[in-house]
T-cell receptor
C-alpha cells in the first residue's frame, strides 16, 4: 500500500514569511498527526485530527501555526509568520482507527524547513 | 509532566558487538511503549511495541526490548549488531486505551553508528 505522502520535502524561507506543508495519509486512515522534530530532539505532537475534527492541539502555537484537514483526508499545516526557531522537520503520521492508542502510526518522509 | 528520556545520545559499536539502548519514562498512568527506528534517508518506522503481557517483546531484525515496570524502563537490545543497524532510534510512549487518542511522546533519540 502507498505510504504517507508529504510535500515539499525541503523548504527554505526567511523569517516573517509564510509557508505551508501538505500531507496525504494512507487511504482509509482516520487519524492524522503533525509532529515537529527540532534537530537533536524527538518528534513533538503539534496537532491531531480524527477524521476532519481536531482532537488535540494543545502544543500548537496558535498565534502563528494553523492546520486543517478538509473532508477528513489530506491536511495542510501553515506557519505565518515564521520565526527562526521554527526550523525543524515537520512529520505527518496517520493511523487506521479513531482514537485508539494501540494502532501503529505510519510516518511520512517529513518536510525539512529552514528559516533564515 | 510526561516525558521520555534516552540515556545515550550517540553510540558507536563495532559489528557483532552487543547493543543496549536505555529508555526511561515518566507518565501518570498506564502506558504503551514503542521503539521506532529511522535509517538514513528513510521514514520513521516501528521496530517493536509493548502493550501488555510478557514484558520481553521481540521486534523486527533481531531486536528485543524488556519492560521493567518498577524501573519505568523499556531498554532496547540486540545480541549482535550489523553495519545495517546504523540508524537513529527513538523510544516513545502513549497513554493506553481505546479512547486515549494515541499521541506519542518521544525521547530525544539515540544515534547508533556501527563500524564494519
Amino acid at each position: 500500500e502507498a505510504g504517507v505522502a508529504q510535500s515539499p520535502r525541503y523548504k527554505i524561507i526567511e523569517k516573517r514569511q509564510s509557508v505551508a506543508f501538505w500531507c496525504n495519509p494512507i487511504s482509509g486512515h482516520a487519524t492524522l498527526y503533525w509532529y515537529q522534530q527540532i534537530l537533536g530532539q524527538g518528534p513533538k505532537l503539534l496537532i491531531q485530527f480524527q477524521n476532519n475534527g481536531v482532537v488535540d492541539d494543545s502544543q500548537l502555537p496558535k498565534d502563528r501555526f494553523s492546520a486543517e484537514r478538509l473532508k477528513g483526508v489530506d491536511s495542510t499545516l501553515k506557519i505565518q509568520p515564521a520565526k527562526l526557531e521554527d526550523s525543524a522537520v515537520y512529520l505527518c503520521a496517520s493511523s487506521l482507527v479513531v482514537g485508539s492508542s494501540y494502532n501503529e502510526q505510519f510516518f511520512g518522509p517529513g518536510t525539512r524547513l529552514t528559516v533564515l | 509532566a510526561q516525558s521520555v528520556s534516552q540515556h545515550n545520545h550517540h553510540v558507536i559499536l563495532s559489528e557483532a558487538a552487543s547493543l543496549e539502548l536505555g529508555c526511561n519514562y515518566s507518565y501518570g498512568g498506564t502506558v504503551n511503549l514503542f521503539w521506532y527506528v529511522q535509517y538514513p534517508g528513510q521514514h520513521l518506522q516501528l521496530l517493536l511495541k509493548y502493550f501488555s503481557g510478557d514484558p520481553l517483546v521481540k521486534g523486527i531484525k533481531g531486536f528485543e526490548a524488556e519492560f521493567i515496570k518498577s524501573k519505568f524502563s523499556f531498554n532496547l537490545r540486540k545480541p549482535s549488531v550489523q553495519w545495517s543497524d546504523t540508524a537513529e532510534y527513538f523510544c516513545a510512549v502513549n497513554a493506553r486505551g481505546y479512547n486515549q487518542g494515541g499521541k506519542l511522546i518521544f525521547g530525544q533519540g539515540t544515534e547508533l553508528s556501527v563500524k564494519p
